[in-house]
Nanobody
Framework: VQLQASGGGLVQPGGSLRLSCAGA?????????IAWFRQAPGKEREWISC????????VYADSVKGRFTISRDNRKNTVYLQMNSLKPDDTAVYYC?????????WGQGTQVTVSS
């Protein structure tokens, strides 16, 4: 697995989590845009955010705008997704993604559950 996602867990509504997406050893991600997707039970996978290789440009889906922040530390070969004001509707498996040429790479997913 070239992308390793982590940081998921169980959190109460209104709480926060920070997800990480690290490039595996030998898989440098600092030259590539990275995106986060999520998939809730019974629903299609949904794009939620992406960041350019430099980190200068970030884009968000309306469903998370103002609550989630994507960032990266290229020295650590890692991209982060800070999630605040979490809602039960944010419950899903979260995946990071990148693409090299025509080849897509997905992280293994990390479960986020928002429940009281």
């Amino acid at each position: 697995v070239q992308l390793q996602a982590s940081g998921g867990g169980l959190v109460q509504p209104g709480g926060s989590l920070r997800l990480s997406c690290a490039g595996a050893s030998g898989f440098d991600i600092y030259n590539y845009a990275i995106a986060w997707f999520r998939q809730a039970p019974g629903k299609e996978r949904e794009w939620i955010s992406c960041i350019t290789s430099s980190g200068e440009t970030t884009v968000y889906a309306d469903s998370v705008k103002g609550r989630f922040t994507i960032s990266r530390d290229n020295r650590k070969n890692t991209v982060y997704l800070q999630m605040n004001s979490l809602k039960p509707d944010d419950t899903a498996v979260y995946y990071c993604y990148t693409k090299r040429g025509q080849t897509p790479y997905w992280g293994q997913g990390t479960q986020v559950t928002v429940s009281s």
